[in-house]
């Protein structure tokens, strides 16, 4: 089975998720390392309308943004097949208005340009791998910025299928353009996740560890010493009604989590240095917790998603805001390739993601109905029994 997802943003105020995760460099004075750390609800429409979390319940090739344990984490008899994801989105980002793209209390600044996510994951028996890739280019005046966050990652299923683990590579590179003069900036980091589940009450764990990136200059005329990524643990639970021994009369999932972003020595915040202005940053650690839910209020049809998370003050002055989530999901219609590549039912889905100056909507995407995950992962092929 192949995952497809897309969306559309239009007349957006900020950007979204991991993309805001790699958000960095600009012109900078001093020999500044810019720290890139933002804890927004991860691009995916699924995340986004339940406030960012679901740790615990994400699999396949969307999967991969949360944790390297997506692509072997899934059901026991998909293990007899072989089986594929992948995602695909492009969005519109940018500003027709000032915003607080970092939340540092300051005005920000109009930016327009697209983000591509994509990714694939697939598994044989018990293994799994995948790599994503979300790709951003924004300009302003005569600066560009493109910014490419790379994941790479291998898993594996325990023989009781309630367990999965993954490592994975990261990798960050940065261009920065100034009246076209282009500076590049790369850095690498590791990551490991697991997974696991209760065969019978409907609970899921996770937990990742991520390490510090540090993207060092390769080739720049900007006076900046790198850009950095803190080290990260994220931890989460979730409940599936279908997989517990009493299910609600309408099918729900409920999932918390909890993000922690570590600091960044001598780390300055951004939208300040457009401006030459030095603002500190991570100093310390910052908590980003996050809770959501699902309801499928009319079986096998229609689902309504619901959230909210914190997104720390990582800037000094600013303070944490609140976030409030909101989405859906719709099957549309059935669909049927040949050769056994799609045999699914297609879904439209929407989401929006809404702050103290901060505004984050998508009403187009495309995805696959699944049950009881994030990022819904299937079996295709032939059997490998």
């Known amino acids: 089975m192949l995952e497809a997802c897309g969306a559309t943003m239009g007349r957006q105020k900020c950007y979204n998720v991991s993309v805001l995760w790699t958000l960095m460099c600009a012109p900078a004075a001093g020999g500044e390392t810019v720290d890139a750390s933002l804890p927004i609800a991860l691009p995916i429409t699924e995340a986004v309308g339940m406030g960012g979390a679901g740790l615990a319940l994400a699999r396949g090739a969307t999967g991969l943004l949360y944790h390297p344990a997506s692509a072997a984490w899934r059901r026991e008899e998909d293990t007899k097949h072989i089986g594929l ?40 028996g018990r293994s799994g791998g995948g790599a994503s890739v979300s790709a951003l280019q924004y300009a302003r005046d005569d600066t560009r910025i493109r910014i490419g966050d790379g994941h790479v ?25 100034v009246d076209g003069t282009s500076s ?27 390490s510090p990136v540090r993207a060092a200059v390769r080739e720049s005329s900007l006076d900046i010493d790198a850009v950095a990524l803190p080290w990260q643990v994220s931890m989460g639970g979730a409940w599936v009604s279908r997989a517990a021994n009493r299910s609600t009369r309408l099918p729900v999932r409920l999932a918390v989590d909890l993000v922690v972003d570590g600091p960044v020595s001598d780390g300055v915040t951004l939208e300040p240095l457009l401006h030459d202005e030095v603002v500190p940053r991570g100093g310390g650690l910052s908590y980003s917790p996050r809770i959501g839910g699902e309801l499928e209020v009319l079986p096998e049809r229609l689902r309504l998603r619901g959230g909210s998370y914190i997104e720390p003050a990582r800037s000094v002055d600013a303070a944490p805001r609140i976030h409030g989530t909101a989405g859906f999901e719709v099957k549309l219609f059935h669909l049927k390739l040949p050769w056994g590549l799609l045999d699914n039912d297609l879904t439209w889905e929407g989401s929006v993601d809404i702050a103290d100056r901060y505004t984050n909507a998508s009403w187009i995407g495309i995805g696959l109905w699944h049950r009881g995950v994030v990022g819904g992962q299937g079996a295709i092929g032939p059997s490998v029994e």
């Open 85 to 124: 994801s992948t995602a695909l989105s492009l969005m519109r980002v940018g500003a027709d208005e000032p915003v607080d793209l970092s939340n540092t209390a300051i005005d920000g600044a109009q930016w327009a340009g697209w983000l591509l996510g994509t990714g694939a994951s697939g598994f044989v």
């Open 153 to 177: 990652a291998l898993s594996r299923l325990s023989v009781n299928h309630h367990v999965a683990g993954g490592l994975g590579l990261r990798m960050l590179l940065v261009e920065v353009n």
């Open 184 to 210: 590049w900036f790369q850095g690498f980091g590791a990551e490991a996740g697991a997974v696991m589940s209760d065969a019978s009450g409907g609970w899921n764990l996770g937990g990742v560890i991520r």
